[in-house]
């Protein structure tokens, strides 16, 4: 009989993935193991020989055939990735916000196609609110200056007062 034909990745068990990474996997008993996806064909090719080693593969089955135990196919095998059913239920609930996000992107584009006023005029409010804050932290800002310059002012040195107004005076947008 020949010898199974292997993957393009080079290696028994790993296929490779259109983003570059490399994905193992073994098949037992009519089901498939998922092993994880790895940055390298060496390091999912390890982790396929590590499973084969625990189904008591024969060698020639393995990638590496100079491994000798599982001990050793273990060790030179990256951590696996077990995936749950905590992480399965996470995993959906990403999907569902980041289909929920997409939806909205998708909403605000019409809506703003379909009422430029209202941009118009939501952009206009929010410029208002940032120029009446500007102008707010010029005045804290003034306060503070007059009150360092004054020699009768009623600061004491160690008034958390000056630490609040330095950092509430200070931004990076002016």
């Known amino acids: 009989m020949p010898p199974r034909l292997r993957g393009s990745s080079g290696f028994r068990g790993v296929r490779a993935r ?3 990474r490399f994905y ?3 098949r037992a008993g009519g089901f498939r193991l998922t092993l994880g996806t790895y940055n390298t064909p ?3 090719a390890r982790a396929y020989d590590a499973a084969a080693w625990r189904f008591r593969r024969p ?3 393995m990638n590496f ?4 135990s599982l001990e050793e196919a273990e060790f030179l095998a990256p951590a696996p990735c077990l995936v749950d059913d ?4 996470w995993h959906r609930q990403v999907q569902q916000r980041i289909a929920i996000a997409e939806h909205d992107e998708e909403l605000m584009h019409q809506w703003r196609a379909q009422f430029p006023n209202d941009v118009d005029n939501t952009d206009a409010f929010f410029a208002d609110l940032r120029a009446e804050r500007r102008s707010n932290r010029r005045h804290r800002q003034a ?8 020699p009768n002012t009623t600061w004491a040195e160690i008034d958390p007062r000056w ?3 330095w950092t509430e005076t200070t931004s990076d947008d002016e």
Not at 65 to 68: A, W, Y
Not at 143 to 150: G, S, V, Y
């Open 18 to 20: 259109p983003n570059g």
């Open 24 to 26: 193992a996997e073994i």
């Open 42 to 44: 060496e390091l999912a």
């Open 59 to 61: 060698r020639r089955d």
């Open 65 to 68: 055939p100079d491994v000798e």
């Open 86 to 89: 905590e992480d399965r239920r």
């Open 143 to 150: 306060i503070a200056e007059f009150e360092l310059d004054n």
């Open 163 to 165: 630490d609040d107004i």
